[in-house]
């Protein structure tokens, strides 16, 4: 079946724009993920969504960053005046874990979305 | 807090030859184990993960690890290196148990990049 999408694959912004990133789980999966990754690092974890309520968004930057899951299915992250230091990738995971990850269930992963800002 | 150490950024074999990657955790409990894989400009794929049951664990593409309690690590090998293992690997660890509030969320070491030479 389809894996996880994301949408746009590549998005440049100037300084000061807001951005959105889209991302499509596999369906029916309960739990997602976003992660952002800078360049030459690990990903690292901005929010956790168990259906359409947003349970964790511990990782977050800063205000400037807002994650919505309203029908439990597709996700957007948005990050508003945007700056130079939100250039990464941005990735999406799903897993059918009811969410408390008593189980190890695995994260399948969408390709990400590259944002450089300018 | 969790934490994963990738020892060594990047690792060069020639083909043929025994893959090694480094992953050491910090955690007071056991966490549950992960490794992934990354191609340019792709998502992450899940290599192998250990949750519970035998220490040694066989993933995808010859891959195996084994997670050794008693030296926090969980480190990857390979017994003959193939150009296409040419990527970026990731560990990743995952706290146990239930009712916590993780909900699964990984934490990564920083990536040891492969590197396969003819």
């Known amino acids: 079946g389809a894996g996880v999408s994301q949408s746009p694959r590549y998005k440049v912004a100037k300084r000061g724009q807001d951005v959105a990133l889209r991302c499509d789980p596999i369906?029916?999966?309960?739990?997602l993920f976003w992660y952002q990754q800078a360049l030459g690092q690990g990903p690292e974890f901005l929010t956790y969504f168990q259906n359409e309520a947003q349970l964790d968004k511990s990782g977050l930057p800063s205000d400037r960053f807002f994650a919505e899951r309203p029908e439990g299915s597709v996700s957007t992250l948005k990050i508003q005046r945007t700056q130079q230091e939100d250039s990464a990738v941005y990735l999406c995971?799903?897993?059918?874990?009811?969410?408390?990850?008593?189980?190890?269930?695995?994260?399948?992963f969408g390709p990400g979305t590259r944002l450089l800002v300018l | 807090a969790q934490s994963v150490t990738q020892l060594g950024s990047h690792v060069s074999v020639s083909e043929g030859a025994l893959v090694l990657l480094r992953c050491n955790y910090s955690?007071?409990?056991?966490?549950?184990l992960f490794w992934y894989v990354q191609y340019p400009n792709q998502g992450l794929q899940l290599l192998l993960k250990y949750t519970t049951g035998a220490t040694l664990v066989k993933g995808i593409n010859g891959f195996e690890a084994e997670f050794k309690k008693s030296e926090t690590s969980f480190h990857l090998t390979k017994p003959s290196a193939h150009m296409s293992d040419a990527a970026e690997y990731f560990c990743a660890v995952t706290p146990q148990g239930a009712g916590g509030t993780s909900y699964g969320k990984l934490t990564f070491g920083q990536g040891t990049i492969l590197t396969v030479h003819p």
């Open positions: 369906s029916g999966h309960v739990s």
């Open positions: 995971a799903s897993s059918s874990a009811a969410g408390t990850g008593v189980f190890g269930e695995t994260q399948y």
């Open positions: 955690s007071s409990v056991p966490p549950y």
